[in-house]
T-cell receptor, first 114, second 111 residues
Framework: GENVEQHPSTLSVQEGDSAVIKCTYS??????FPWYKQELGKRPQLIID?????GEKKDQRIAVTLNKTAKHFSLHITETQPEDSAVYFC?????????????FGKGTHLIIQP | GAGVSQSPSNKVTEKGKDVELRCDPI?????LYWYRQSLGQGLEFLIY????????KSGLPSDRFSAERTGGSVSTLTIQRTQQEDSAVYLC?????????FGPGTRLTVL
């Protein structure tokens, strides 16, 4: 089955700086890679996703890059703000989930220092 | 529109008791997923329903866990003879295509 590794487990950055979170996956058949943000006590919320037919996707301050050859993908947050503080999870799957669901990384606790 | 809802939000039970968790997916979403999130951990996939089709139960942690989905909509996850290691947040998600939308979860505490 799929295995997703996520690094770092904790990331502290100064407000206004950029943050980068990296994930690797094992199953070359995976073709859908979402990123979720989870604030304390809240549900995971999708912030951006990418399919394997593109290498990069951007939405305002958030971007995701995908390297299918190396089987890794990364989340980039620019001009970080206090409200970006949360736990971020990457995930991978074939076709959005199906019978295998999403396979998640263990999460990155992002701390924005004022 | 209404998002995914789950009930109860919190459940405290004694070891050995059975519990039933409920999920109401977004109207019109044919796919429904259950995940488990232990303290400080990522999400662990449990089971998937597509419409009224019989699910693949191989992801369930043990035979004490079962799930059903009635009429292709509401789903219940049942844990029999609960153990302390079952304590976690149980999250439900629904989707129409790729994107999975999560409910708020049920926090289960087994004493």
């Amino acid at each position: 089955g799929e295995n997703v590794e996520q690094h770092p487990s904790t990331l502290s950055v100064q407000e206004g700086d950029s943050a980068v979170i990296k994930c690797t996956y094992s199953d070359s058949a995976s073709n859908y890679f979402p990123w979720y943000k989870q604030e304390l006590g809240k549900r995971p919320q999708l912030i951006i996703d990418i399919r394997s037919n593109v290498g990069e996707k951007k939405d305002q301050r958030i971007a995701v890059t995908l390297n299918k050859t190396a089987k890794h993908f990364s989340l980039h947050i620019t001009e970080t703000q206090p409200e970006d503080s949360a736990v971020y999870f990457c995930a991978a799957s074939e076709s959005g989930g199906g019978a295998d669901g999403l396979t998640f990384g263990k999460g990155t606790h992002l701390i924005i220092q004022p | 529109g209404a998002g995914v809802s789950q009930s109860p939000s919190n459940k405290v039970t004694e070891k050995g008791k059975d519990v039933e968790l409920r999920c109401d997916p977004i109207s019109g979403h044919t796919a429904l997923y259950w995940y488990r999130q232990s303290l400080g951990q990522g999400l662990e996939f449990l089971i998937y329903f597509q419409g009224n089709s019989a699910p693949d139960k191989s992801g369930l942690p043990s035979d004490r866990f079962s799930a059903e989905r009635t009429g292709g909509s509401v789903s219940t996850l049942t844990i029999q003879r609960t153990q302390q290691e079952d304590s976690a947040v149980y999250l439900c998600a629904s989707s129409q295509e790729y994107t999975q939308y999560f409910g708020p979860g049920t926090r289960l505490t087994v004493l």
